[in-house]
C-alpha cells in the first residue's frame, strides 16, 4: 500500500480485556518498529521486527504485551488482561532495509483507552 | 542508556518571529532525526542529520547538527500559523529514540 496502515484507529477496552493491535507496513518493507506514545509524551519504543524474526522486545513493558510478524509482513500487537496504563497511542512504522536508523515511516496509530 | 531532551516543551510565539527549539542527546549517536506530529495525527519526518556540522533546510525549518556537543537545532525563521504542531527530535541508538517533543502554537 501507499502508507503504513494501523487498524483499528479507536479501540476501548475495558480492563482486564485483551486487544489485538494490527500493523500493515509499506509492501516490501524490511523492518517494522511497534512504538507506544502516552498523551503528551514522545514515542517509545516497544519491539523490531526484520522480517519474520523479533529482534528486539526489550521495550515491551511486561509478559502481557505480545508481538508478532509471522509471514514477514503484517504484524500484530496483542496485549492481555489490559490495564489502565495501558492507554496510549501504539505506533507501527515500516522502513524498506534492514538498517535500524533508515528512515520510518509511521502508521497514523491505534489510540486505545482502557476504562 | 541513550536520552533525548528537548527543550522547550512548549512553545507559544507570534507569526513573523523567529526561534529555535534544542535538543541535546546523552551518548554518541550517528544519526539525529526531527519529525512533525499534527494532533491525532501520524509522525511526519522532516530532517536527517548524518554528521557535525550537518545542516538542512525546508522552507521556514532549519536543522543543525554538533555531534560535540551532542546537539541538534530546529530554527523557525519568520513563523507562519500552519507551522503549528508538535516537533519531535531523536536520536539513533539501535534504534530511534525520540524526545517528549515541542508542542508550538503560532499566533496569527
Known amino acids: 500500500g501507499a502508507g503504513v496502515s494501523q487498524s483499528p484507529r479507536y479501540k476501548v477496552a475495558k480492563r482486564g480485556q485483551d486487544v489485538a493491535l494490527r500493523c500493515d507496513p509499506i509492501?516490501?518493507?524490511?523492518?517494522l518498529f511497534w512504538y507506544q506514545q502516552a498523551l503528551g509524551q514522545g514515542p517509545e519504543f516497544l519491539t523490531y521486527f526484520q522480517n519474520e524474526a523479533q529482534l528486539d522486545k526489550s521495550g515491551l513493558p511486561s509478559d502481557r504485551f505480545f508481538a508478532e510478524r509471522p509471514e514477514g509482513s503484517v504484524s500484530t500487537l496483542k496485549i492481555q488482561r489490559t490495564q489502565q496504563e495501558d492507554s496510549a497511542v501504539y505506533l507501527c512504522?515500516?522502513?524498506?532495509?534492514?538498517?535500524?536508523?533508515?528512515?520510518?515511516?509511521f502508521g497514523s496509530g491505534t489510540r486505545l483507552t482502557v476504562v | 542508556e541513550l536520552k533525548v531532551e528537548q527543550n522547550p516543551l512548549f512553545l507559544s510565539m507570534q507569526e513573523g518571529k523567529n526561534y529555535t527549539i534544542y535538543c541535546n542527546y546523552s551518548t554518541t549517536s550517528d544519526r539525529l532525526y526531527w519529525y512533525r506530529q499534527d494532533p491525532g495525527k501520524s509522525l511526519e519526518s522532516l530532517f536527517v542529520?548524518?554528521?557535525?556540522?550537518a545542516v538542512k533546510q525546508e522552507g521556514r525549518l532549519m536543522a543543525s547538527l554538533d555531534t560535540k556537543a551532542r546537539l541538534s537545532t530546529l530554527h523557525i525563521t519568520a513563523a507562519v500559523h500552519d507551522l503549528s504542531a508538535t516537533y519531535f527530535c531523536a536520536a539513533l541508538d539501535d534504534k530511534i529514540i525520540f524526545g517528549k517533543g515541542t508542542r508550538l502554537h503560532i499566533l496569527p
Open positions: 512504522a515500516s522502513s524498506p532495509n534492514f538498517d535500524r536508523g533508515h528512515g520510518y515511516t
Open positions: 509492501s516490501g518493507h524490511v523492518s
Open positions: 542529520l548524518l554528521s557535525n556540522g
